[in-house]
């Protein structure tokens, strides 16, 4: 998409289509479904479904169905549980700021995981 923005401060896209009739509307509410699409494409990549893990089938099939779920969890959490900014954060960025907790464990035998009571800045 090409855009340039005149001195009035209105905004003009501009985009090239080989489709066969159809209102100017129609055509960009299908672009921009396309391109929502394509992100949630991208952030299931980056969820998981890059790399399968097994040589079966069945265990990929598995594998690939709790991406989904976890694509979907990621997606209704962004609807209901942040605002903003981070409505739009990739799943990495959600990964690092959100779903991680610092924890430090003492020496010795035991195993202890302390969590500090002054977590991070709210978002």
Same mark, same amino acid.
């Given at each position: 998409?090409?855009?340039?923005?005149?001195?009035?401060?209105?905004?003009?896209?501009?985009?090239?289509?080989?489709?066969?009739?159809?209102?100017?509307?129609?055509?960009?509410?299908?672009?921009?479904? %396309?391109? #929502?699409?394509?992100?949630?494409?991208? =952030?299931?990549?980056?969820? &998981?479904? @890059?790399? !399968?893990?097994?040589?079966?089938?069945?265990?990929?099939?598995?594998?690939?169905?709790?991406?989904?779920?976890?694509?979907?969890?990621?997606?209704?959490?962004?609807?209901?549980?942040?605002?903003?900014?981070?409505?739009?954060?990739?799943?990495? %960025?959600? #990964?690092?700021?959100?779903?991680?907790? =610092?924890?430090?464990?003492? &020496?010795? @035998?035991? !195993?202890?995981?302390?969590?500090?009571?002054?977590?991070?800045?709210?978002?």
């Amino acid at each position: 998409m090409l855009r340039f923005t005149d001195l009035g401060g209105h905004r003009f896209t501009c985009f090239a289509t080989d489709s066969k009739g159809g209102q100017l509307a129609d055509l960009e509410l299908r672009h921009r479904l %396309r391109a #929502r699409c394509k992100d949630r494409i991208r =952030a299931a990549k980056d969820t &998981g479904l @890059r790399n !399968l893990p097994r040589h079966g089938y069945t265990q990929n099939q598995i594998w690939t169905e709790l991406v989904a779920i976890a694509c979907e969890l990621l997606a209704w959490t962004q609807m209901f549980a942040l605002t903003g900014q981070a409505r739009r954060w990739a799943p990495r %960025r959600l #990964r690092l700021r959100t779903f991680t907790a =610092a924890g430090r464990t003492p &020496g010795g @035998r035991r !195993l202890r995981l302390r969590i500090a009571a002054a977590g991070p800045a709210p978002l």
